[in-house]
């Protein structure tokens, strides 16, 4: 009833129509509407968490951890639309619902995002200067763009159908850097390259360190690259070329990436126009 009808028009006594029982009944439970809205949607989270945690049993790779959750997080949204209308639109404008044992379990489910991060940047498999509560804020943050999506703008039907999008613009931005070939012993070299090139300058990074970051032999980076001016050369050409290669959607979008950057680009515009000078 009241993601049907919303909080102001459901009232204690059509609940109590519609559960079968005296009004008197469910003040023994719930001191009033806003506890009973509360008590909702800590149940849901509880429930939610408690099939999230069964579900990521097993699962070692942070990357697959943080891919489950969102799956999860989407799925679970499209089964239940009347709790996740009542989670966004009633709960969270609600001042009160952030001093309530709801909000505590939400952030238990928090939680469960910023341990999966911080193991994944303690595991070497995500950047080692990715900020953790903050990338925490980009999941949740997503979630519930999908969620405004598919309930109040009716993009999409369901929001899983974005799984393998979101997963496609959120990895690029948490795993460890890369460059050309993944896993690749060229990429890896100048992927090292770059990172000691930016850290100490093209003079004082050695070859023997950058062997070190890309975790060859000093001799496999001759095999590659003449010297160290040519596999500084070399990994700004790359940069020019991926540069190059992107150009091309610039009047053309294709990639959901490249959506999502020419969408906000115009936001601030918009906004930037609107602010007084």
Wanted: charged residues 25%; contains cysteine.
């Amino acid at each position: 009833m009241l993601s049907q009808n919303g909080f102001e028009q459901t009232t204690i006594a059509n609940i109590a129509r519609e559960t079968g029982v005296a009004d008197s009944l469910v003040y023994q439970y719930f001191k009033n509407k806003q506890d009973l809205l509360f008590s909702v949607a800590e149940e849901r989270f509880s429930d939610a968490q408690a099939l999230l945690e069964e579900q990521l049993q097993g699962i070692r790779d942070p990357a697959s951890c943080l891919g489950k959750m969102f799956w999860f997080g989407l799925r679970y949204n499209d089964l239940h639309p009347g709790y996740l209308r009542i989670l966004l639109f009633e709960c969270r404008s609600n001042k009160d619902f952030y001093s309530s044992a709801a909000y505590a379990q939400m952030r238990k489910h928090a939680a469960l995002a910023t341990g999966i991060l911080n193991d994944g940047v303690g595991s070497g498999v995500f950047r080692p200067d990715l900020d953790v509560r903050l990338m925490r804020d980009v999941v949740y943050g997503t979630l519930d763009a999908e969620a405004i999506a598919t309930m109040a703008f009716r993009e999409i039907s369901e929001g899983i159908a974005d799984f393998d999008d979101i997963m496609a613009l959120i990895m690029p931005m948490i795993r460890r850097r890369e460059l050309l070939v993944e896993n690749g012993k060229e990429g890896r070299i100048m992927a090292a390259a770059e990172e000691a090139f930016a850290r100490k300058g093209f003079a004082k990074a050695t070859i023997a360190e950058i062997a070190r970051g890309a975790q060859v032999a000093e001799w496999t980076i001759y095999e590659y690259f003449q010297n160290k001016e040519d596999l500084l050369f070399s990994t700004a050409r790359k940069r020019f070329q991926q540069h190059q290669a992107g150009l091309g959607e610039i009047f053309e979008v294709r990639t959901p990436l490249r959506r999502l950057l020419r969408y906000h680009c115009r936001g601030g515009e918009r906004e930037k126009n609107r602010l007084p000078a």
